[in-house]
């Protein structure tokens, strides 16, 4: 018993063979990891603020302007007000002058019957003309069902929005997929090695044009293009088709390289076989290498779309301003992420009907994207045909 | 009999053959048509924009230029005490108080009176501009037209995109205006950006490729990683408005740091606008530095390991060094995207007027894309023809720094 110790000792005091644990080591790994993790955090970043704040967009009781004021200057017990001429008409309901919450139980003409100081609130003089302000609750189902989107009106249907954005990448999709596929097709079963090398950093260049450049683009030629195909009076300055078009050219040089990708990595012994039994080249390509990576297109696709559907600044600078619910690709009609960036130019007041707005949309939006996305990665690795 | 269905037969696949190629050959006019529309359609955009930022304008000023020499020497050449006594002649009491009030003529450069000359006293107003291929090829048509049209002015050809563009500040005139603020603004969110997403980013790739066992929470950083890479980025400005903008406003409006004024600060500044960009490019540097990570052969680790390195010895002596062209690459082209970003800058709230250059991380920003968007929604005619000069000056920045990755690239690819 006592000999193994003093070997052990003997062998400490000159070479220790022991594990130890090495405290810098195990501190990198942990610092490595943190930065790691830190994706994580930001994922949960977005989650929970865009969850937070939208729930407090449906939840919360909120105020938009009727623009009605009070012609008369009211004290603090007076329960009959007369009300000017100009504004969005009163029914009975919850409204706030200032800081006070008044609930209106009679309309008669411009004289109402109001029950002052309700929900808590202080009753207090009002002077004449301040606005009456309306309260405004919007709910969930109405977000997705309603066809009216008017924030300050009390309407909070995400539809006019909603369809425009998938008009636009609907357009963008018609224009990029057969062009980016037949574009991939060509560079990998066709081209020579020389016109690929020049027609691949050509598509990169497009890719890396800022999308803001794009905006410039449609404003500056492709709707003037449009207007001067299909008349003056059929097409509007601002319109969905022209963003959609060039948001098809945006998205374009994704679908080449991601479908070539997936062409490219067809073995060749599948090529071979078809040219063997006798195949031309087209029927090759289009009856054996397109289906064998047809995942990888399709992947292609839906990561396409995603993006055309979060596409900013093409839509906010060409397609309109004011949500509008139109089937026309000729009209003007504001997209959910361009309906951020417009409301969001000014200097937005927190917590204010918009801000809170955004957040909302927002959440739809990421929402939207992620689930296109994952099955996006569900196909690639679900449906892939792995080759020996 | 049985020769003649053969070669019926043979007739048969015969004609079919020649149909099977006359489609093949027609596919591949459509392939090539599509590839080709790529190539074109990159180039009308380069001309859409270069057509509009040179060409002819025409130009009136509200004070004669030479009617401002004195003794015959032209204003461009005129001593600083001259100038202030030209503009003390030609702009009222008040608004010469109130030029003296923002900054004392004493301290004011010779230039700067000059411009002030220029923008109150002579104050030229673009009428009308043309495009390049219209100034190219209906010159007499435009002269014509201008002398009937605008008597008064001139007609000058003008190269919008100029070294004064370069040079100048913001304005509401856009024959003065320039992108100085905006360069600037982009430049100091871009060394933001980077500053906190490239160590981040390597370290995270590092430890996913380097030492994180196939478990589920590495799984799940591995997929979030690339889910993130797909999120819009304007989702990552609503992101950096609720986080950076608001919660954080004591630090990003440098409050915390006494080098705010309280009352006035909020969290709208450069650094709220690098960091919220630096998440946005996270992804792309960590998935570009995982593959630059992958690339390095399992033979090097492999004899690291064999020579009694640690792990992190292996990394810092074996791995980095190799990887490093490839992370720089991958670096870079998130800068171009960065630099390029518009929607996350308007969202978390880019001044829409600025005239100051940024004096640090919690001035006030304005950026190149963003003065680029707000040239181009103007009506006025002449905005877009800055907002086409602005565009080239971006797409000539991208340009250097995609060729410079291209250049690293090649010098330092290793080949095993």
Same mark, same amino acid.
């Given at each position: 018993?006592?000999?193994?110790?003093?070997?052990?000792?003997?062998?400490?005091?000159?070479?220790?063979?022991?594990?130890?644990?090495?405290?810098?080591?195990?501190?990198?790994?942990?610092?490595?990891?943190?930065?790691?993790?830190?994706?994580?955090?930001?994922?949960?970043?977005?989650?929970?603020?865009?969850?937070?704040?939208?729930?407090?967009?449906?939840? %919360?009781?909120?105020?938009?302007?009727?623009?009605?004021?009070?012609?008369?200057?009211?004290?603090?017990?007076?329960?009959?007000?007369?009300?000017?001429?100009?504004?969005?008409?009163?029914?009975?309901?919850?409204?706030?002058?200032?800081? /006070?919450?008044?609930?209106?139980?009679?309309?008669?003409?411009?004289?109402?019957?109001?029950? %002052?100081?309700?929900?808590?609130?202080?009753?207090?003089?009002?002077?004449?003309?301040?606005?009456? /302000?309306?309260?405004?609750?919007?709910?969930?189902?109405?977000?997705?069902?309603?066809?009216?989107?008017?924030?300050?009106?009390?309407?909070?249907?995400?539809?006019?929005?909603?369809?425009?954005?998938?008009?636009?990448?609907?357009?963008?999709?018609?224009?990029?997929?057969?062009?980016?596929?037949?574009?991939?097709?060509?560079?990998?079963?066709?081209?020579?090695?020389?016109?690929?090398?020049?027609?691949?950093?050509?598509?990169?260049?497009?890719?890396?044009?800022?999308?803001?450049?794009?905006?410039?683009?449609?404003?500056?030629?492709?709707?003037?293009?449009?207007?001067?195909?299909?008349?003056?009076?059929?097409?509007?300055?601002?319109?969905?088709?022209?963003?959609?078009?060039?948001?098809?050219?945006?998205?374009?040089?994704?679908?080449?390289?991601?479908?070539?990708?997936?062409?490219?990595?067809?073995?060749?012994?599948?090529?071979?076989?078809?040219?063997?039994?006798?195949?031309?080249?087209?029927?090759?390509?289009?009856?054996?290498?397109?289906?064998?990576?047809?995942?990888?297109?399709?992947?292609?696709?839906?990561?396409?779309?995603?993006?055309?559907?979060?596409?900013?600044?093409?839509?906010?600078?060409?397609?309109?301003?004011?949500?509008?619910?139109?089937?026309?690709?000729?009209?003007?009609?504001?997209?959910?992420?361009?309906?951020?960036?417009?409301?969001?130019?000014?200097?937005?007041?927190?917590?204010?009907?918009?801000?809170?707005?955004?957040?909302?949309?927002?959440?739809?939006?990421?929402?939207?994207?992620?689930?296109?996305?994952?099955?996006?990665?569900?196909?690639?690795?679900?449906?892939?045909?792995?080759?020996? | 009999?049985?020769?003649?269905?053969?070669?019926?037969?043979?007739?048969?696949? *015969?004609?079919?053959?020649?149909?099977?190629?006359?489609? *093949?050959?027609?596919?591949?006019?459509?392939?090539? +048509?599509?590839?080709?529309?790529?190539?074109?359609?990159?180039?009308?955009?380069?001309?859409?924009?270069?057509?509009?930022?040179?060409?002819?304008?025409?130009?009136?000023?509200?004070?004669?230029?030479?009617?401002?020499?004195?003794?015959?020497? &032209?204003?461009?050449?005129?001593?600083?005490?001259?100038?202030?006594?030209? !503009?003390?002649?030609?702009?009222?009491? *008040?608004?010469?108080?109130?030029?003296?009030?923002?900054?004392?003529?004493?301290?004011?450069?010779?230039?700067?009176?000059?411009?002030?000359?220029?923008?109150?006293?002579?104050?030229?107003?673009?009428?009308?501009?043309?495009?390049?291929?219209?100034? !190219?090829?209906?010159?007499?048509?435009?002269?014509?037209?201008?002398?009937?049209?605008? &008597?008064?002015?001139?007609?000058?050809?003008?190269?919008?995109?100029?070294?004064?563009?370069?040079?100048?500040?913001?304005?509401?005139?856009?024959?003065?205006?320039?992108?100085?603020?905006?360069?600037?603004?982009?430049?100091?969110?871009?060394?933001?950006?980077?500053?906190?997403?490239?160590?981040?980013?390597?370290?995270?790739?590092?430890?996913? @490729?380097?030492?994180?066992?196939?478990?589920?929470?590495?799984?799940?950083?591995?997929?979030?990683?690339?889910?993130?890479?797909?999120?819009?980025?304007?989702?990552?400005?609503?992101?950096?408005?609720?986080?950076?903008?608001?919660?954080?406003?004591?630090?990003?409006?440098?409050?915390?740091?006494?080098?705010?004024?309280?009352?006035?600060?909020?969290?709208?500044?450069?650094?709220?606008?690098?960091?919220?960009?630096?998440?946005?490019?996270?992804? !792309?540097?960590?998935?570009?530095?995982?593959?630059?990570?992958?690339?390095?052969?399992?033979?090097?680790?492999?004899?690291?390991?064999?020579?009694?390195?640690?792990?992190?010895?292996?990394?810092?002596?074996?791995?980095?060094?190799?990887?490093? &062209?490839?992370?720089?690459?991958?670096?870079?082209?998130?800068?171009?995207?960065?630099?390029?970003?518009?929607?996350?800058?308007?969202?978390?709230? +880019?001044?829409?007027?600025?005239?100051?250059? &940024?004096?640090?991380?919690?001035?006030?920003?304005?950026?190149?894309?963003?003065?680029?968007?707000?040239?181009?929604?103007?009506?006025?005619?002449?905005? @877009?023809?800055?907002?086409?000069?602005?565009?080239?000056?971006?797409?000539?920045?991208?340009?250097?720094?995609?060729?410079?990755?291209?250049?690293?690239?090649?010098?330092?690819?290793?080949?095993?």
């Amino acid at each position: 018993m006592s000999t193994p110790t003093t070997t052990q000792t003997t062998f400490a005091a000159g070479h220790d063979l022991r594990r130890r644990p090495r405290i810098r080591e195990i501190t990198i790994k942990g610092f490595l990891f943190l930065c790691g993790f830190l994706s994580i955090f930001v994922t949960t970043g977005i989650i929970y603020e865009l969850g937070k704040e939208s729930l407090l967009f449906f939840g %919360r009781q909120q105020w938009g302007n009727t623009n009605k004021q009070i012609a008369v200057a009211i004290d603090a017990e007076q329960t009959v007000l007369e009300l000017g001429t100009q504004g969005a008409s009163v029914s009975a309901g919850i409204y706030r002058i200032e800081n /006070e919450i008044i609930e209106i139980e009679i309309v008669d003409g411009a004289i109402v019957t109001v029950q %002052r100081g309700v929900q808590n609130t202080q009753a207090t003089p009002h002077r004449a003309g301040l606005a009456l /302000e309306e309260e405004i609750r919007p709910d969930v189902v109405e977000f997705f069902t309603g066809t009216e989107w008017a924030p300050h009106l009390g309407r909070f249907g995400i539809w006019p929005l909603l369809n425009a954005t998938l008009m636009v990448s609907g357009i963008a999709i018609l224009v990029a997929v057969p062009l980016g596929l037949a574009t991939a097709i060509y560079l990998s079963e066709y081209a020579s090695s020389r016109a690929r090398n020049v027609l691949k950093p050509i598509l990169e260049v497009l890719a890396g044009v800022p999308t803001v450049v794009y905006g410039f683009f449609a404003l500056t030629f492709m709707t003037p293009l449009l207007r001067s195909i299909f008349g003056v009076d059929v097409v509007n300055i601002y319109n969905v088709a022209s963003a959609g078009i060039v948001i098809g050219i945006l998205i374009l040089p994704f679908i080449s390289t991601v479908s070539e990708d997936a062409l490219s990595a067809v073995p060749r012994s599948l090529r071979e076989a078809a040219y063997a039994l006798g195949a031309t080249r087209l029927e090759t390509a289009l009856r054996i290498v397109v289906p064998a990576a047809i995942s990888g297109i399709f992947a292609a696709v839906i990561l396409a779309a995603s993006r055309a559907i979060g596409e900013t600044m093409v839509v906010a600078i060409a397609s309109g301003a004011g949500p509008n619910f139109t089937f026309n690709p000729f009209k003007a009609a504001e997209t959910m992420t361009g309906h951020i960036v417009r409301i969001s130019g000014g200097d937005l007041t927190y917590d204010s009907l918009d801000y809170n707005s955004i957040f909302a949309i927002g959440l739809f939006l990421f929402v939207t994207t992620l689930f296109l996305n994952v099955i996006s990665q569900r196909i690639v690795r679900r449906f892939r045909e792995v080759y020996e | 009999m049985r020769s003649k269905r053969r070669r019926s037969e043979f007739t048969e696949v *015969g004609s079919k053959l020649t149909s099977r190629h006359t489609w *093949g050959k027609i596919w591949l006019v459509a392939f090539q +048509a599509a590839t080709l529309i790529g190539v074109v359609v990159l180039t009308v955009l380069l001309l859409t924009i270069i057509n509009k930022s040179f060409g002819y304008t025409a130009i009136e000023n509200q004070v004669d230029p030479d009617s401002l020499a004195v003794a015959g020497i &032209p204003l461009e050449e005129m001593s600083k005490e001259t100038l202030i006594e030209a !503009l003390r002649a030609n702009v009222s009491a *008040g608004l010469f108080a109130r030029f003296e009030n923002d900054q004392p003529f004493d301290e004011r450069p010779a230039s700067d009176l000059y411009d002030l000359i220029q923008e109150w006293v002579i104050n030229p107003a673009v009428l009308e501009t043309w495009n390049l291929s219209d100034s !190219l090829l209906r010159r007499d048509e435009i002269a014509a037209l201008v002398q009937q049209k605008y &008597p008064g002015a001139e007609l000058q050809f003008r190269s919008w995109l100029n070294p004064d563009f370069i040079r100048s500040q913001q304005s509401s005139h856009p024959e003065i205006a320039g992108v100085r603020t905006a360069i600037l603004g982009s430049l100091w969110t871009i060394f933001i950006a980077i500053f906190f997403s490239l160590p981040v980013g390597v370290a995270a790739a590092i430890y996913l @490729q380097e030492y994180a066992p196939d478990s589920f929470i590495n799984r799940i950083i591995q997929t979030n990683i690339n889910n993130l890479a797909g999120v819009p980025s304007i989702i990552y400005g609503i992101l950096g408005l609720a986080i950076f903008v608001r919660a954080f406003s004591m630090f990003t409006s440098g409050v915390a740091f006494g080098a705010a004024d309280p009352a006035t600060a909020n969290g709208r500044t450069i650094i709220s606008a690098g960091l919220t960009l630096g998440v946005l490019v996270l992804p !792309l540097i960590i998935i570009n530095a995982q593959e630059a990570i992958k690339a390095v052969p399992q033979s090097l680790r492999e004899a690291s390991f064999a020579l009694g390195a640690s792990r992190w010895e292996t990394v810092r002596s074996h791995i980095l060094p190799n990887a490093l &062209p490839g992370i720089l690459t991958g670096s870079i082209l998130a800068v171009s995207r960065a630099i390029g970003e518009t929607a996350p800058l308007v969202v978390i709230g +880019a001044s829409t007027f600025i005239q100051v250059d &940024p004096e640090g991380p919690f001035s006030k920003f304005t950026s190149l894309p963003i003065q680029i968007f707000q040239w181009t929604v103007r009506p006025q005619g002449a905005f @877009q023809n800055i907002a086409a000069a602005a565009s080239l000056v971006l797409l000539i920045l991208l340009l250097t720094l995609n060729a410079t990755a291209i250049i690293l690239r090649n010098r330092f690819r290793r080949s095993y």
